[in-house]
């Protein structure tokens, strides 16, 4: 199988929290980690080869990997340049930034970055505001590129456990704003996560509306607790009949160590397609073929 949705615990990422911290620590990289109960991340050539170590151990043959801070592309690209056949590097950013328009172009001159990952709600912008557009028309203009943007509920753990604030706005993130992205560049994948994190009627809505929005079935979907009624089960049901499996893509939103990799979200997720009848060249696709196709091995 491949994995399209881990995160990158890098350096950077406790840095970056760090600086949000009343006592920050002088060593974040360490002393964060150990506040959470993680392992450190160390150099990001390090963290990159315990996430293949726990691949192999898990037999998952490829992943994408998330910077999950703005400005970490750096991290994320020593990542995939010392693992090119397994790693795919995605990455957190900011079109609100004063120097967006410059990190973007060197971020999409590295070989080994494929997905920019918007967080709408994290930085308070619509999608289809002139500087989201921005992104979506450079990402169209590389071929092998993809747009991921995070839609619905968003919640950072770290963030909680450290006593940091969020200030997200979850009104910018409906999957319906994708829809003039999605239209003008109809050939660039567009990949939300989590089936619309809990706006699931308007993920169906988007998913019929534009054939190159994609979808990740990545992390627990704890979401669903907001829909009275409605079960795992049941949104892969419905995002079946109406994306097809064509357009999903298996993602577990593994990300920090010694937890590592969540097999319970992959074991889950098969038996419920099992379970609905799903054949085995759809299943294929969700857990393998979709994957491969959107990054083919060596490019």
Request: charged fraction near 20%; aromatic fraction near 10%.
């Amino acid at each position: 199988m491949n994995d399209i949705h881990c995160h990158f615990f890098s350096a950077r990422f406790f840095e970056t929290l760090a600086k949000g911290l009343p006592d920050a620590p002088a060593d974040p990289a360490h002393d964060l980690p150990a506040r959470l109960g993680w392992d450190p991340p160390g150099p990001p050539e390090a963290l990159a080869d315990r996430w293949v170590e726990e691949l192999d151990r898990h037999q998952v043959r490829r992943a994408a990997l998330m910077a999950s801070v703005p400005g970490d592309e750096e991290s994320i690209a020593a990542a995939a340049a010392r693992h090119p056949d397994r790693i795919v590097g995605f990455f957190m950013f900011d079109p609100t930034a004063a120097d967006a328009a410059d990190r973007l172009s060197r971020a999409l001159a590295r070989p080994g970055l494929r997905g920019i990952c918007l967080f709408p709600a994290m930085h308070r912008y619509a999608v289809y505001e002139d500087r989201a557009l921005r992104v979506f028309e450079a990402a169209a203009g590389r071929p092998g590129t993809i747009v991921f943007v995070h839609c619905g509920l968003l919640s950072v753990g770290a963030r909680k456990k450290l006593g940091l604030p969020s200030r997200f706005e979850t009104r910018f993130g409906n999957p319906l704003d994708l829809q003039l992205a999605a239209a003008t560049w109809p050939a660039l994948p567009i990949l939300v996560p989590h089936f619309g994190a809990g706006l699931f009627r308007e993920a169906l809505m988007i998913a019929d509306l534009c054939p190159n929005v994609l979808f990740d079935t990545s992390s627990s979907n704890s979401w669903i607790r907001y829909v009275p009624g409605l079960t795992l089960r049941e949104v892969l049901r419905r995002m079946l009949e109406v994306a097809g499996p064509g357009r999903l893509v298996f993602g577990s939103d593994s990300s920090s160590f010694p937890r590592g990799w969540q097999h319970a979200i992959y074991e889950a997720q098969r038996a419920i397609l099992d379970e609905l009848g799903l054949d085995a060249a759809s299943a294929m696709q969700i857990f393998r073929g979709n994957f491969d196709r959107l990054f083919p091995a060596g490019r």
